[in-house]
């Protein structure tokens, strides 16, 4: 289950204040054993790794095909020389979940707008609405009052579209993004314009349903949604799975324009007193019913864990983790004649890092004071999906997690000589960080991308969202040639190889900066597992979860 967490207006004083915190504050010493480990970091293996993961026998690794299955087999086989643990289930190294595509039937819909006089309005699903499918019902049938949230937010001490609105049971409109001038770092503004947490905060309301409205978009809806489920097949992990809604989809802009034409208010003037972040929520003076069904189409997959055993009595039973996604998009659409997406960048190079990472920690001769888990996760280009099974049902006690240190497409293209820390600044992992980036010589910097939402689109989101501390560290953009502009330079590189059969290992790697990269999350990790103290959410953070033990 996805919690919805408390927010106080600290956090935009706090989140300002990023990762600059003097890194002597946690005291961590590396004897002479650790630095020699960390000075064998090996570029080679790290190139073998991704030449293999990305090869074309593989076919992209699309979670269900052989070519996962491959993966899946050499990263066991890598833990099993690397001389880590079983951490899946079962005493193996692999965690079953099933993969579920749930498609609605929108030929055999129904959706019929009722207003307060007996009027009757037919919408054509597909058209008119689309309507998501359910991810645990084939069949659902709902009648709901209509009501006008706004933006869908609830964020207390600063802002809510749910102030004196009742929508316990009824369908629940709101609009896409937030107000323009609502004052939220760039992390919360990103994880409150997620359809999911509108999702998310309308239920934990007690609405039956969730409308969603982008003004100005004429692309269709999705009629498909794919979630990780548990092996019993009752319960649906991911962002949009509506566990606990039995209607979620989008209405065009004109259906919405059509509901505002019977409720007395002036569409305009409300649009225009959202977007300066005045909430303007009211019941229509519809109701919407609504019947469709679904078909299910079921695949297992398996996110790999493997263990470094912490050699500390106490702490030994606590857990830093590192996730990278395993999986890509598969065969495609052929460019050039290359129908292979091979993900070299994204993930094999991140799955090559955690590789290393583990070699590195086993090199040490010594254990660590805490445990760590290495994982590799499936399906994190279907939407996070087998960090998000992990994170709601984990292999060991959730409340022993005490971090997430993920790595998804680096983008290892030029020397690494400064760092963005994604989600650090929200607890005292940013003392990790600096840490670690001190030891290497690397400057710590804000998101020089903030514009692209990056915090919430990769592993670490699910740790996150379940009130685990996690960050994901992307290049800065300091190079060694002021004229250069690494951030323009790696946009353009990515516009040509981001999803694209062109993503392969003879494209573009500095395994220089691929060694340096290991060596800085190894260090972040290390440093967590040696410190006694817990890592823990900046005071007033949104994402802190006061006395969450589960």
């Known amino acids: 289950m996805i919690y919805y967490m408390k927010f106080t207006p600290f956090i935009f004083a706090c989140s300002c204040c990023l990762f600059f915190i003097q890194a002597s504050s946690q005291n961590i010493q590396l004897n002479k054993k650790t630095r020699q480990a960390l000075g064998q970091v090996d570029s080679n293996a790290i190139k073998r790794d991704i030449a293999y993961l990305a ?69 054509v699903a597909g058209k008119d609405i689309f309507i998501l499918p359910h991810t645990i019902q084939p069949s659902v049938k709902l009648t709901g009052d209509l009501v006008f949230a706004g933006y869908g937010l609830d964020i207390p001490g600063k802002y809510s579209d749910y102030t004196g609105l009742d929508v316990k049971g009824k369908i629940v409109v709101v609009l896409a993004g937030t107000p323009l001038n609502i004052g939220l770092p760039t992390t919360l503004n990103a994880h409150f314009a997620n359809f999911g947490s509108k999702m998310e905060i309308a239920s934990s309301r007690g609405a039956a349903g969730v409308l969603f409205v982008q003004l100005g978009s004429t692309a269709p809806g999705n009629p498909t949604v794919t979630v990780a489920m548990n092996p019993e097949k009752n319960k649906a992990y991911s962002r949009i799975s509506n566990n606990n809604l039995l209607v979620a989809g989008r209405l065009p802009g004109f259906i919405l324009q059509r509901l505002f034409m019977n409720s007395g208010k002036s569409f ?23 019947q469709y069904s679904n078909s299910f189409q079921d695949i297992e997959s398996y996110n790999v864990v493997g263990k470094i055993e912490g050699g500390d009595a106490q702490l030994k039973n606590e857990y830093v983790v590192h996730t990278a996604h395993l999986d890509h998009v598969g065969v495609g659409k052929a460019i050039n004649g290359d129908s292979i997406y091979n993900g070299a960048h994204d993930n094999a190079s991140g799955v090559a890092s955690l590789l290393e990472i583990a070699r590195t920690y086993k090199r040490m001769g010594s254990k660590p004071r805490r445990s760590i888990l290495i994982i590799m996760v499936t399906a994190e280009e279907m939407g996070l999906l087998g960090s998000a099974y992990f ?65 919430i689109r990769s592993d670490q989101y699910s740790f996150v969202l379940q009130g685990i501390p996690a960050l994901h560290v992307k290049y800065g953009n300091k190079t060694s040639d002021p004229a250069f502009d690494l951030v323009k330079f790696t946009k353009e590189w990515r516009d040509l190889n981001y999803h694209k059969p062109s993503d392969e290992i003879t494209n573009g790697f500095d395994y220089a900066a691929a060694r340096k990269y290991v060596q800085l999350n190894f260090l972040i990790s290390y440093s967590v597992a040696q410190t006694t103290a817990r890592p823990e959410w900046n005071a007033g953070d949104f994402f802190e979860v006061p006395g969450k033990k589960q």
């Open 55 to 123: 090869d074309d026998k593989l076919k992209g690794r699309l979670p269900g095909e052989p070519g996962y299955q491959l993966a899946v087999d050499y990263v066991v086989d890598q833990f099993k020389q690397t001389g880590l643990l079983p951490g899946g289930e079962n005493g193996g190294f692999t965690q079953p979940l099933v993969l579920r595509k749930a498609t609605v039937d929108n030929k055999s819909a129904i959706a019929v707008l009722k207003d307060k006089s007996g009027n009757v309005d037919s919408l």
């Open 268 to 290: 305009t003037q409300t649009i225009a007193a959202l977007a300066q972040a005045k909430a303007s929520s009211f019941d229509f003076a519809s109701a919407l019913a609504v």
């Open 391 to 455: 994170a709601g049902h984990p292999t060991v006690p959730r409340e022993q997690i005490v971090a997430d240190v993920n790595t998804d497409m680096p983008t290892l293209i030029a020397p690494l000589l400064s760092i963005t820390p994604l989600g650090a600044a929200h607890s005292s992992l940013g003392k990790n960080v600096a840490f670690a980036a001190r030891e290497l010589g690397l400057e710590v910097q804000e998101d020089p991308m903030p514009e692209e939402n990056r915090f």
